[in-house]
């Protein structure tokens, strides 16, 4: 992780480390956030599945 002298404030969840990670970050390719707190950034699987689960039941998303 590099260190940044302005960090963001936000809690990212790492799809490749499956950790929480705050202020330092890894690579954005890695990450899924901001979330406002730790709690939040735990649960990022969990927000995008159930985010893809309400957008394939929207009537109005066309793949066309």
């Not at 260190?3 to 936000?10: A, F, K, L, T, V």
């Not at 890695?30 to 735990?42: C, K, V």
């Amino acid at each position: 992780m590099a260190s940044d002298p302005n960090p963001d404030q936000g809690w990212y969840f790492n799809t490749r480390t499956k950790q929480v990670e705050h202020l330092e970050k890894s690579r954005g390719i890695d990450l899924l956030g901001p979330y406002p707190d730790e709690a939040t950034a735990r649960r990022a699987l969990d927000i995008v599945r159930e985010r893809n689960k309400q957008a394939d039941g929207d009537a109005n998303w066309s793949d066309d």
